[in-house]
């Protein structure tokens, strides 16, 4: 089984990218692999919960990533720089577990592929 | 070494097009393989049959067509690719649209086909936009 880490680094609603990857993210799973998904720079505010989303006529960011346990995804991870430089708290935030730089490295050096780094 | 690529930037907005190729052709010629360019989000754009290069600009669609003739496999995602008009023969005459215009090199697969490929792959490269 492949170790696959998704990395979301775009604000939500902005642009199609985060959205992107989950479908992506949600296909690997269906696909036997091992998916980690983590949340890093304007990303992390996908994991706002309570998106209104309806109101621009998009997919609520927060109720895919809700379904993501159905895909028996559950790693999921955010950037703790990326938190403190936008004054954003953990308990803001859907469950999700802080990573600083260093866990960052540690994780992305036990991953098979890592995917959409730069998107 | 095996390689399978992701291009997700259009052409002529991203040069992560040229830069795929560039990598894919000294790839080759190291003597490697690349089993599969695949192209997601606005990448699938490269695979539009109808683009004319401008004179004294990179024929991109002519580099995929060579790589291709090596033996790498190009690969539109086909939901990325059917909602911006990437369209085979099949999907035409399913949605009943007036053209098919994806050119001959490129097929359209499922989003499986890029976890396969990464699952099968010595080494994945993306390309970002």
Redesign the interface.
Do not use: C, N, P, Q
């Given at each position: 089984m492949?170790r696959?880490l998704f990395i979301i680094s775009a604000a939500p609603y902005s642009n199609?990218?985060g959205t992107?990857q989950l479908?992506?993210a949600m296909?690997?799973a269906?696909?036997d692999?091992e998916v980690s998904l983590m949340f890093s720079g304007d990303g992390i505010y996908s994991l706002l919960p309570n998106q209104s989303a309806h109101a621009i006529d998009q997919r609520a960011f927060s109720k895919v990533l809700e379904a993501l346990s159905d895909y028996e995804v559950n790693q999921l991870y955010v950037c703790s720089e990326s938190l403190a430089s936008r004054g954003i708290v953990l308990s803001d935030l859907m469950p999700v577990q802080p990573l600083d730089l260093a866990a960052q490295r540690t994780l992305i050096a036990t991953q098979?592929?890592v995917?959409?780094?730069?998107? | 070494m095996n390689f399978v690529l992701a291009v997700h930037g259009a052409p002529h907005n991203s040069n992560s097009g040229e830069h795929a190729i560039g990598f894919a052709n000294a790839a080759i010629s190291q003597g490697h393989r690349i089993e599969r360019v695949f192209f997601y989000h606005d990448g699938v754009l490269h695979g539009l049959n109808s683009q004319v290069a401008p004179q004294g600009e990179n024929d991109l669609l002519a580099s995929w067509g060579k790589l291709a003739e090596q033996g790498v496999e190009l690969a539109v995602c086909i939901a990325s690719g059917i909602k911006r008009g990437i369209l085979n023969q099949q999907e035409q005459a399913r949605y009943e649209k007036s053209s098919h215009t994806l050119a001959p090199a490129f097929e359209l697969v499922g989003l499986g086909q890029l976890i396969a490929g990464i699952q099968n792959a010595d080494r994945y490269i993306e390309f970002p936009r």
């Open positions: 492949k696959l199609k990218r992107a479908d992506a296909v690997a269906a696909f692999a098979d592929a995917i959409g780094a730069a998107l | -």
